[in-house]
């Protein structure tokens, strides 16, 4: 007496089953198939191998709670809905997410437990979070699901709900700002260490500062009354504005202007071509990587347009076909004109002496150089970070330490990619 739902993997192959009760009198209203080699199910989503091709065309994931949910809402358009299966969202189901959408919605049921359900997923992502990759949540007005507000108010509000999903940050504000009064300062600082607690869990050092800075603006909003500028700060102002009014034609100061003309920017671009270059070739002529670093590839930057283009058809192709080879990359870049690119980027490789163009290495090696490709893109990016950082503190502050520092990072910028190529 239940309504059976084939669960499947991501190339939908049937790996277990749901059962939903059709009595009230059953005790329990959900079944799973038990734990096997092919089924856990904190490792799997509902729908998952059907919502990732709308997820990656539409550039979002839809999570709600439970079959039905996933059924009505992909009735109603939004194909790229998903479900976990009966428990809480785990770590591997939000990696799952993030290979398929950056910033995944969640939608909760407007009651307690859909509350609760959102700020045990909020604890979940925390430590996980890295540049770029977050979630967002929309809760439903208390008492109904996905299923009753497209029946009582149409795809049109459910749509408007996920547009205007909160971000993690603000949820995680409102779970803990929502418990109490904080008249008190003794109140106040048991806010505040609760915050900070949660935020030093995230792994990331670059997502936890900007968390830290987020919260520590919330927390001054909050509870300070806004103060008029002091006289320091409008000191500064008014010494940025005369230097700006001194500044060459290029609109920047003298020492940077020669900055510009440097050996290292007048090579940057087609170092960077190179290397990107590189990494595209790898994965044309080994995409297996992609089934497990396509989370990856969709969070590169690349400098070159043609580039960009040929990371966009490769991440297509693995998002919009079960199974993919070598020869099936090859005839989807075809159908999008970008067969010569694609031979440009190989010419280029073999020109500087690189192997990635070998379709028969060993998957080890390939995987290995792989990883320090990956690794040095990374620090590149990083510097080109901090270079541009530096450039703006010397813009406002001037001082030849900021000069000195500018120097410095384009030294070490140049050093990472001449080991990058």
């Given amino acids: 007496d239940r309504i059976m739902f084939p669960i499947t993997d991501v190339k939908q192959r049937v790996i277990a089953f749901g059962g939903r009760a059709l009595s009230e009198l059953q005790k329990a209203k959900y079944l799973n198939s038990p734990e096997t080699p092919l089924f856990h199910k904190g490792h799997q989503l509902y729908n998952a191998s059907f919502a990732r091709k709308a997820a990656y065309e539409k550039k979002s994931v839809i999570v709600t709670e439970g079959y039905m949910d996933v059924i009505a809402m992909s009735g109603a358009g939004f194909e790229q809905t998903v479900a976990p299966l009966g428990t809480a969202l785990t770590s591997n189901q939000l990696q799952l997410l993030w290979r398929m959408a950056q910033e ?4 909760f049921d407007g009651d307690n437990a859909g509350q609760r359900a959102a700020f045990r997923a909020v604890e979940t992502a925390l430590p996980l979070l890295k540049p770029g990759f977050s979630l967002k949540f929309t809760f439903l007005p208390d008492g109904q699901d996905p299923d009753d507000l497209l029946k009582t108010q149409g795809a ?8 205007s999903a909160k971000p993690l940050s603000q949820v995680l504000w409102e779970k803990e700002y929502a418990v109490d009064n904080w008249q008190t300062p003794e109140r106040r600082a048991a806010l505040e260490q609760s915050l900070f607690q949660q935020i030093n869990s995230i792994a990331d050092q670059t997502v936890r500062s900007h968390y830290m800075r987020s919260i520590k603006s919330q927390l001054w909003q909050a509870f300070q009354k806004p103060q008029t500028k002091s006289s320091k700060s409008e000191f500064k102002r008014s010494q940025f ?30 170092k960077n071509y190179v290397h990107e270059a590189c990494l595209l070739v790898t994965l044309m002529d080994h995409p297996w990587l992609l089934e497990t670093e396509d989370e990856l590839i969709s969070s590169l930057k690349f400098t070159t347009p043609t580039a960009e283009k040929l990371r966009k058809a490769i991440l297509e192709a693995h998002f919009t076909q079960n199974s993919l080879d070598r020869q099936a990359i090859q005839s989807h870049l075809e159908k999008l004109d970008l067969s010569s690119a694609a ?31 990956m690794m040095r893109h990374h620090k590149a990016e990083e510097l080109k970070q901090e270079l541009e950082a530096a450039e703006r503190a010397y813009m406002e502050e001037g001082n030849q330490q900021n000069f000195e520092r500018i120097k410095v990072i384009q030294q070490a910028l140049k050093l990472s990619l001449n080991e990058v190529i």
Avoid: F, Y
């Fill in 156 to 163: 049109g509000e459910m749509r408007n709900r996920l547009e």
């Fill in 104 to 107: 995944p919605i969640l939608c």
């Fill in 241 to 270: 504005s005369q230097k700006s009014r001194h500044l060459p034609p290029n609109g920047k100061p003298g020492p940077t202007s020669s900055l510009m003309t440097s050996p290292l920017l007048k090579n940057k671009s087609s």
């Fill in 343 to 373: 031979q440009d980027m190989h010419r280029t490789i073999a020109q500087n002496g690189r192997t990635n163009a070998d379709p028969d290495k060993d998957p080890k090696e390939v995987r290995e150089e792989w990883h320090h490709l």
